[in-house]
Every structure is written in C-alpha cells, then in structure tokens.
C-alpha cells in the first residue's frame, strides 16, 4: 500500500505537467472547434532553446521561441479555418504539417542527444517519499496559471469576448467582436502555455527531439477525460494520466507502462457517459 501511494504521489506531480500542456488543448477546441497537434513540439522546442542557453535568459528565450512557432501556426490556421466554417480538419492538418516541421529542426540543430537540467542536489522527504524540490516549483507555477487563467476567462472582457466566440462565432462577429483576433491570440496563449510546460519538463523528466507526439499524446489524452471544453478539467485529467503512467511504470514491465496509459485513454472514451462528457463538456 505504501508503495502504491508513492506511486500515485509521483504520478500526480507529474501530471501537473501534462493538465498544463491540456489547457491550450481545451482552449483552443473550445473557442475555435479545432486542435492544435503542433503543441507538443512547442514544448520542446521549449526544452531545446532553454538547456542550450541555460540560466534565466534560457527559459525567457524558449518561451519566446515556443510563442513564435505558435505564432506561425496560427497565422497558417487563421488562413484555413475561419469562424463558422464546420470543417476544421484542414487546419488540423496544417499544424500537423509545422509539427513535423519543428521535429526535423530540433532534430537538425539540437542533436539526438537527452535534454535534461536537475538544478536540485537535495530533496525533501514527505513521509519517507523522496520528492525534488522541482515538482514544488512545478505545482507553484501551474496553480498560478490555473488561477490567471480562470481571472482571464471569468472576469475580464477578453475573457467573456472568447467564450462568445465559441458558442457563435457568426453571432459575436456580427456582434462587433474580433473573432479571427480571439481565434488567434489563443493560438499564442497555446504557444505560450506550451512554452512554460516545456521548461518544466527540462527541469523535471527532460525531453528530446522526438518527444513532441508523446507530449501532445499526453495533453490531448488530459484534456479529453474530463471533457475537450474545460481547462479546468484538463488539468485534472492530466493529473489522472500522470497516476495512471506512474503506476504503470511501477508494477508492468517497460512495454506494458507505455501502452497501458494509452489504453486508458482509448477506455475513457470508449465509456458511455465518459465520452458524452468528451464530447459536449462544459466550460470553466
């Protein structure tokens, strides 16, 4: 039971990380109806830019290069998506196609080799559990976000001009407001969210070039549990995949701690209530 326990523990501080990566995911579905699959490599781009710079003008630098990438996806998106368009699987494509894209340049100008920064040589002990102080920092900093982004939503007139974009997009913009403006600065919002989960990640598990799908894997499984239109729940989805990949990890052989997280997705989706929730969700 004690090992359980650890298990779960590590697997929740884990899952901060992947609820962050599900708050672009839900954001985006929500307010524009479409997904971003480039979102993974943002982060680690993120990881690239910040373990090859290092220091406080590191991470500021692969914020700023994730926020760029999302820039360019979402002025491609902006091109083939447009608001009451009932087809977004063009600029899904799209953002395929750039994530490829940053794969290959990761890959061409950061190497094969792990990006990975410890910047801990101690650790605290929480009831015989070794924990990093990094996850402390990692919870910190998503709670932050958390609260800023429900601000953002709930109370302020951006806030209110995005959800009114996405329940009629047609409706808000005969309505005087910027629709294609919204749409876009939550690309950026995604880039930026991304950007700040990549450099988590290399303080925390690390990444390389070909850890882009597995994050966007991860953000989108997050977001999908709870329902695609929560940020909120997103990030308690992500939380829920962290336990579950953590105990795999524990109790399964190596194939096994990778597949089964996947399966558990597939099963949340292929239930019943579970995928009406997906499917319809409600808003923070």
Known sequence: MYELVEYLLRGALLGVTY???????????????????ALGAYAVLAVAVA?????????LAAILAAVF??????????????????????????TFGLAMFLESFILSVFGTNPMIRQP????????????????????AVCFVILTALFVVLRKTPFGRSM????????????????????????????GLLAGVAGVLILYTTGADYSSAFTLTIWGFGSAIIFGMHSPLR?????????????????YLPGAWATAIPLVFIFVILSMGRMNQIAATGGRV
């Open 51 to 59: 373990y090859t710079i290092g220091g406080p003008l590191g991470i």
């Open 163 to 190: 959800r009114a974009s996405a329940a009629n997009p047609v409706g808000a913009s005969l309505n005087g407001i910027p629709v294609r403006q919204i749409w876009f600065a939550t690309y950026l919002l995604g």
């Open 19 to 37: 609820g962050l990566l599900a708050f672009p995911v839900s954001l985006l579905f929500s307010t524009t109806g479409s997904v971003d699959v």
């Open 234 to 250: 997103g990030f308690a989805g992500g939380l829920i995949i962290g336990m579950v990949q953590a105990v795999c990890a524990g």
């Open 69 to 94: 990438a999302s820039f360019l996806v979402g002025v491609i998106s902006m091109r083939l998506n447009r608001p009451g368009s009932i087809d977004h699987i063009t600029a899904v494509l799209g």
């Open 120 to 139: 801990f040589d101690t650790f605290w002990n929480l009831g015989g559990i070794r924990i990093s102080p990094q996850t402390g920092i990692n919870v």
